[in-house]
C-alpha cells in the first residue's frame, strides 16, 4: 500500500535582518503567520511578501512556508 499525505495547515515565516552584532554575525527576527491559504502558490507567497517587505522596518532576509501534513497508509 502506498502512503498518502494531507495537508492540515501551512504558516509563512519572514526573517528580517536587523543588524550585526559585535561578531559581525547576522542578527535575524523571525515573524511568523498562521492560517496562510494551504493551496497558495509559491509564486503568491512570495509576491505577497515582497509586497510587505517594502513597509517592514527591517529588509527580508528569507521567506519560510512551512506545510504540515499528516501521512496514513492508504
Same mark, same amino acid.
Do not use: F, H, R
Given at each position: 500500500?502506498?502512503?498518502?499525505?494531507?495537508?492540515?495547515?501551512?504558516?509563512?515565516?519572514?526573517?528580517?535582518?536587523?543588524? +550585526?552584532?559585535?561578531?559581525?554575525?547576522?542578527? +535575524?527576527?523571525?515573524?511568523? +503567520?498562521?492560517?496562510?491559504?494551504?493551496?497558495?502558490?509559491? /509564486?503568491?507567497?512570495?509576491?505577497?511578501?515582497?509586497?510587505?517587505?517594502?513597509? +517592514?522596518?527591517?529588509?527580508?532576509?528569507?521567506? /519560510?512556508?512551512?506545510?504540515?501534513?499528516?501521512?496514513?497508509?492508504?
Amino acid at each position: 500500500m502506498a502512503a498518502k499525505s494531507t495537508k492540515l495547515s501551512s504558516t509563512l515565516s519572514i526573517i528580517e535582518k536587523t543588524g +550585526l552584532n559585535k561578531q559581525g554575525k547576522e542578527i +535575524l527576527k523571525k515573524v511568523t +503567520l498562521g492560517k496562510i491559504a494551504m493551496d497558495a502558490a509559491d /509564486q503568491d507567497v512570495y509576491d505577497v511578501v515582497k509586497a510587505v517587505g517594502d513597509i +517592514l522596518t527591517y529588509p527580508v532576509n528569507e521567506i /519560510q512556508k512551512v506545510d504540515n501534513t499528516v501521512i496514513t497508509n492508504a
